[in-house]
């Protein structure tokens, strides 16, 4: 029989016919190193679907924010002429009781006037891998707070001050000197407030657009066009 058709032992044994320690050791140490690498090429594609997820996320994170934030300009402008339109008739009813000057009896609300926050209370934060876009998104949403906060104080007021228009003039009835010292505080507080809300409503449109400059350069980073 030819050395080509002898058959090959994956095993040496010894000459009792018993497995050989030296043999037995390697076998195992293979199995052992097989089994690792097994394992280890599990973990690496299961971190590779995980980043790959998480990179998926991020995008779709920053992509909301921005459509959010340019909804949310839209707010920032409404503000603004709410704000003018406020300005002019706390104005007006000033007049009319100095002067006697006509006014349109009209108290005005701001129920369909709000930012939104659905994105940003959406995001998952610990997958931010660029902090300095997470920290622009903290920065606007907090001068969203303020914006509102003090835009519905202002409007408030002014509905206060139409209040008392509407009492005087449209149901004629008199006023009294507390009515008057509450009226008076109205008008000041009117034009005090006024340049504070045009300014944070301002601030919201400037910050807004440096963070959809910033988000628009991450996603191309990312390969997003």
């Not at 300005?87 to 009896?105: M, Q």
């Not at 228009?165 to 004629?172: A, L």
């Not at 034009?191 to 959809?212: G, P, Q, R, T, Y």
């Amino acid at each position: 029989m030819s050395d080509n058709n002898k058959q090959s032992h994956p095993i040496d044994f010894n000459d009792d016919g018993k497995v050989s320690i030296k043999e037995f050791v390697i076998d195992k140490f293979v199995d052992f190193v097989l089994i690792f690498v097994g394992l280890y090429a599990a973990l690496a594609v299961e971190n590779s679907i995980t980043a790959s997820e998480n990179k998926n996320k991020y995008i779709n994170d920053l992509t909301k924010i921005r459509e959010e934030v340019l909804s949310n300009n839209i707010e920032s402008n409404t503000i603004k002429e709410f704000i003018e339109y406020h300005s002019k008739r706390t104005l007006d009813i000033n007049e009319h009781f100095l002067n006697g000057k006509d006014v349109y009896h009209s108290i005005q609300t701001i129920n369909d006037i709000s930012y939104n926050y659905n994105a940003f209370n959406s995001m998952d934060m610990s997958i931010f891998k660029n902090k300095q876009i997470l920290t622009k998104v903290f920065e606007l949403y907090d001068q969203y707070d303020k914006t509102n906060t003090l835009f519905v104080d202002y409007i408030k007021n002014s509905d206060m001050v139409s209040k008392y228009h509407i009492i005087k003039d449209k149901y004629n009835s008199r006023l009294t000197s507390e009515d008057f010292n509450e009226l008076n505080f109205g008008f000041d507080k009117a034009v005090a407030l006024k340049d504070f809300n045009i300014k944070n409503a301002d601030e919201c449109l400037n910050l807004s657009n440096l963070l959809i400059d910033s988000i628009n350069k991450e996603l191309s980073v990312l390969g997003v066009k």
